[in-house]
Every structure is written in structure tokens, then in C-alpha cells.
């Protein structure tokens, strides 16, 4: 549904250099909790999951730590494959050099409520270029004592909002250019 909000939040996260939506963080703050309570997602509905599944980047971000927010230089993706039980936040350089390696976290989601999905953190470290039909990844076993949670609480075709338990607010875009299958490792 096209409003004058959701159009605001979309060419502020689209403006270029990638993190420029930070200079604009109070619009960016009402835009989000306009649209927040105008078009509410509902994971429960029909085709929510094939929705909310594909490969989305980070363009805004509430948070000051360095790997939660949106920069020039890095790409910082995250990969939702609901179908799969499966999702990677993975951190890549900008540019011609990110598909040969970044950081990446892999975890398993479960859709719980109609926003809610729960996130078990697995495996975490350095995943590489493909080399045949392989990756190069170097990834370690993760221990998350306390399961996390992101609430989902707009889902469209292109725009994500997100909630984070520690109450970070998140705006994403679909990259239809990126595809979960080429990125997602082989579940361990």
C-alpha cells in the first residue's frame, strides 16, 4: 500500500552514499511508527513467509554499534529463509569485492506470532568465495545462552521494519539482486 510515509522511508533508505538515511534520523523515526501502525505485518497471513523470505539489507538502524548500522563501505545483509527454518546476518564489503568474503552469524528461525520470530544463534566466523560448487567458510559453533527474537512489524515486497529484543529498531530493503540459495551455506 503506497502512502506518503512509506514513500518518505523508501527515498530516504534509497539514497546513496548506503547510510545517508542516517542524517535524517528523526524522519526516518516517524516514518517507521507511522507505517508501524498504519499496515501492521501479519506473518500468520496467506504467503507472509514466501514474503518475508529472500535476502534484505540493513539501510537504517537506531543502533550505535558498528555492526548493526548501514555505512558506505560494508554491506550488511541478512538472509531469512522461513521455509528452510534458516537465516545468516552476513557483513561484506561494498562492492566488487564483497562476494569473495565476509562475516557471517547463521542461526535458526521460527515463525511464533503473526510479528514475532525467534532466532537461535548456530554457527558464526568467515564464510569465503565459491570455489566450484563449494564455499570457502571458516565458521565456529556459537553459544547464545538466551534465545533472541525479532519482531516483524512491517513486510512488504520491498520494506522490512524490524524490532530487535534489545529494542532496536531496524529498515531494510529487498535485494532482488541477491539470491538466499548463492549465499546460504550447506546447514551444518
Known amino acids: 500500500m503506497e502512502t506518503p510515509d512509506r514513500q518518505q522511508l523508501l527515498t530516504l533508505l534509497r539514497e546513496q552514499p548506503r547510510g545517508r538515511a542516517n542524517r535524517h534520523d528523526q524522519a526516518v523515526r516517524q516514518a517507521f511508527a507511522a507505517l508501524e501502525a498504519s499496515q501492521p505485518a501479519d506473518l500468520s497471513a496467506d504467503g507472509a513467509a514466501e514474503l518475508l523470505e ?8 537506531s543502533s550505535r554499534q558498528p555492526y548493526l548500522q548501514a555505512t558506505p563501505w560494508l ?11 534458516r537465516a545468516m546476518n552476513l557483513l ?14 547463521e542461526a535458526r528461525i521460527t515463525i511464533a506470532t503473526a510479528q514475532r520470530v525467534e532466532v537461535r544463534f548456530q554457527r558464526g ?5 565459491p ?8 565458521l565456529r559453533q556459537v553459544s547464545a545462552a538466551t ?3 525479532l519482531d516483524i512489524t512491517v513486510l512488504d515486497q520491498e ?9 532496536t529498531l531496524f529498515a531494510l530493503l529487498r535485494r532482488d539482486d541477491l539470491r538466499v540459495e548463492d549465499l546460504l551455506p550447506p546447514a551444518a
Do not use: H, K, Y
Open 54 to 61: 529472500g535476502v534484505w539489507e540493513l539501510r537504517w538502524s
Open 75 to 85: 554491506e550488511n545483509l541478512q538472509l531469512l529463509a522461513p521455509s528452510l527454518g
Open 92 to 105: 561484506r564489503a561494498a562492492g566488487p569485492l564483497g562476494p569473495l568474503g565476509g562475516i557471517a552469524l
Open 125 to 129: 566466523g568467515w564464510l569465503g568465495p
Open 131 to 138: 570455489i566450484g560448487p563449494e564455499r570457502l567458510r571458516l
Open 147 to 149: 534465545p533472541a527474537w
Open 159 to 167: 520494506l522490512r521494519l524490524c524490532r530487535g529484543n534489545a529494542g
